[in-house]
């Protein structure tokens, strides 16, 4: 300390103590000024991101749901559906619609999925409504499924049938299969209950228990047939027809055959 | 009568003549060509031995293949190993076994057309006799004729044996003694007012805003899992599940009694009131509820009213409201009994 209390006065230390603040106020601006672009970037980020979704929508969706998404005779309205409906239908391929029906199915995705998220963007960006579930809301791999079943055969198997094979509704509508379905998919549709089925909110069954109810359906997606042909795994009716039917048709064969004089 | 005789011996030529006699015979490939008839013996044993491969074969897979391990076959998918091979190698088994017995029958055993008559429809006159000889003596040996009173008695006592299995039925149901009876118990259920309304399974209770519109969830009352612990039994559950929606309150046509929902929250009997399904397949967009039994359509949008299907009555209404906490409750039990129709509902 000596050695700089007797140079304190030194004509350097002035100078030296100008380039030091001067550094350091260089830096702080620096670093002030480096931050906004980030930010800025971001914002833009998701205006482009709106922007770019609104043209998709434009030009794939409007035509039904509305130049608005307010809905029209052959759309409902899109407004609050929130960024997971579109997820869903349009991460399943159920939209863009293949053919009016009774039913949108299943397909291959039609959009890329930075499209897909645009789309959501765009959406979420009119009204608040349900968000694509995060990270941490799809991490089940804890879950327990024993009672993921419980929920699943009081709230879903009478639609997607005990073992998720899907089933039959009125008038030509169904419950799909979730077999194709990920934990996503399946976390989105209990979230905006798409088509005919209902929404199980967080409110009626919270984080912990949708993803009890996929790790259950995962644990079915994944078991093997002991048994051979599994037949949809819809039980006794799909076995008992094929027994009336591929069965028999081959015992008929043999009965042909045993009927056939010898040559 | 009955005898079998070969068709070469057969000569008749009256009315009704059989065709096969006027057939000539056709002698096989095996019958005249000694390489085609070894042929057929090697085909057939051939099988036999297949047979005997297969079975020892099954031995093996039974005793060699864990039970547990899954292979993957193209079309089956994933399935046992086990299972697999002891169906094919004992079905195939079995299967050539008979295959080798046809071909042997067919190809090497004689090969003669035969003439076999059928006996006449109606039986002997001697057997009718014999028949009403034996009924005629039963009847006089018996004196069922001549003893009145034990005819009599005898006609009451099997008019009144039946009875006694009709009603053992009604007490199918058995109630300990001094509870109410069985319609009493079928027409109360655990809801009362101030019941909450917990979803099933979780057992969480239920405030308004947990459920938005288009909503459903299966629910029962918060007091069922102690019943249930005490009764030991599912009845309470049987009676007492609901099904709880959403819908916007200009969507709603009608309800069983005025102001039921609230803000647009109905609460149904989960019980189908034709057989007895629990059913919860509701459809949003329609709010129809669909029981996967009998296809019976509830309106829940209109009363619960019956839209489709064999059901009767429509399906109960429960009057729902909010406690001082904001939880759903309800307002007071069923009004009407739940579930199928029984005996003693009016």
Redesign the interface.
């Known amino acids: 300390m000596k050695f700089l209390a007797v140079r304190r006065r030194s004509p350097i230390v002035g100078v030296a103590l100008l380039l030091l603040a001067l550094i350091g106020i260089g830096a702080g601006y620096a670093a002030v000024v480096s931050a906004r672009p980030a930010e800025a970037a971001a914002v833009n980020g998701l205006q482009n991101q709106v922007q770019q979704g609104k043209e998709l929508y434009l030009a794939g969706c409007s035509s039904c749901h509305g130049l608005q998404a307010q809905g029209t005779s052959q759309g409902p309205s899109l407004i609050g559906v929130g960024a997971a409906a579109v997820d869903f239908q349009v991460g399943t391929g159920r939209m863009p619609l293949a053919a009016p029906g009774a039913q949108a199915m299943r397909r291959t995705p039609q959009y890329t999925q930075d499209q897909i998220d645009q789309m959501a963007a765009y959406i979420a960006s009119l009204a608040p409504g349900p968000q694509i579930p995060t990270a941490q809301d799809l991490s089940y791999q804890g879950a327990d499924t024993a009672e993921g079943g419980v929920l699943f055969r009081t709230n879903c198997s009478q639609c997607h049938q005990a073992a998720g094979q899907g089933g039959a509704l009125t008038y030509g509508k169904y419950a799909p299969s979730l077999m194709q379905a990920n934990a996503r998919q399946i976390y989105e549709a209990m979230l905006t209950g798409p088509q005919s089925m209902p929404v199980f909110s967080n409110g009626t069954l919270n984080t912990k228990d949708k993803q009890a109810i996929i790790k259950y359906i995962t644990a079915m997606q994944q078991s093997s047939n002991p048994g051979g042909l599994s037949l949809g795994r819809l039980g006794p009716v799909a076995e008992g027809l094929f027994l009336w039917t591929a069965v028999f048709a081959a015992l008929i064969l043999v009965a042909i055959w045993i009927g056939i004089k010898a040559r | 009568m009955n005898e079998i005789t070969p068709a070469a011996e057969h000569h008749y030529d009256g009315p009704g003549a059989l065709p096969v006699a006027d057939v000539p015979h056709k002698a ?3 019958d005249t060509d000694p390489q085609a008839a070894r042929r057929a013996e090697r085909q057939v044993t051939f099988m036999f031995i297949l047979a005997i491969l297969l079975f020892i074969a099954f031995i093996v897979a039974y005793i060699a293949v864990d039970k547990n391990t ?1 292979v993957y076959i193209p ?6 190993a086990s ?2 091979l002891l ?1 094919l190698t004992l079905g195939l088994g079995a299967f050539l076994i008979g295959a080798a017995a ?1 071909q042997w029958a ?2 090497l055993m004689p ?1 003669v057309e035969v003439v076999q008559e059928r006996h006449e429809m109606a039986s002997p006159e001697s057997a009718d006799h014999e028949a009403l000889d034996a009924y005629t003596r039963g009847k006089t040996e018996s004196g069922f004729a001549q003893y009145k009173m034990i005819r009599r008695t005898l006609i009451g006592a099997m008019a009144l044996f039946p009875i006694p299995l009709v009603v053992i039925l009604r007490d199918l149901w058995v109630t300990p003694p001094g509870s109410p009876g069985p319609a009493t118990i079928l027409s109360h259920t655990l809801w009362r007012k101030g019941s909450r309304i917990v ?4 057992y ?1 209770p ?2 308004a ?10 629910a029962v009352p918060a007091d069922l899992p102690a019943v249930e612990d005490a009764t030991g039994n599912l009845d309470a559950r049987g009676k007492a599940a609901i099904v709880v ?1 959403r819908m916007a309150p200009n969507e709603i046509v009608s309800q069983q009694g005025t102001n039921w929902d609230y803000q647009g929250i109905l609460a149904f009997s989960k019980i189908c009131t034709h057989a007895g399904c ?9 709010h ?1 509820l ?1 029981c ?1 039994c009998h ?1 019976s ?1 509830f309106d829940l949008a209109d009363g619960g009213a019956v839209v ?1 299907g064999p059901a009767a009555r429509p399906m109960p209404q429960l009057p729902i409201g909010v406690d001082a906490e904001g939880y759903l409750v309800a307002q007071a039990d069923f009004a009407v009994p739940i579930g199928p129709s029984f005996w003693e509902r009016g």
């Open positions: 096989r490939l095996t899954v079309v089956f998918g994933e399935v046992g299972t697999m169906g046809i067919k190809k090969d979803v099933d399974g979780t969480q239920l405030k805003s947990d459920l938005p519109v288009g909503g459903m969830i299966s929606v629990p059913i919860s397949l509701y459809e949003q967009r329609t129809h669909l996967p296809q359509t489709f």
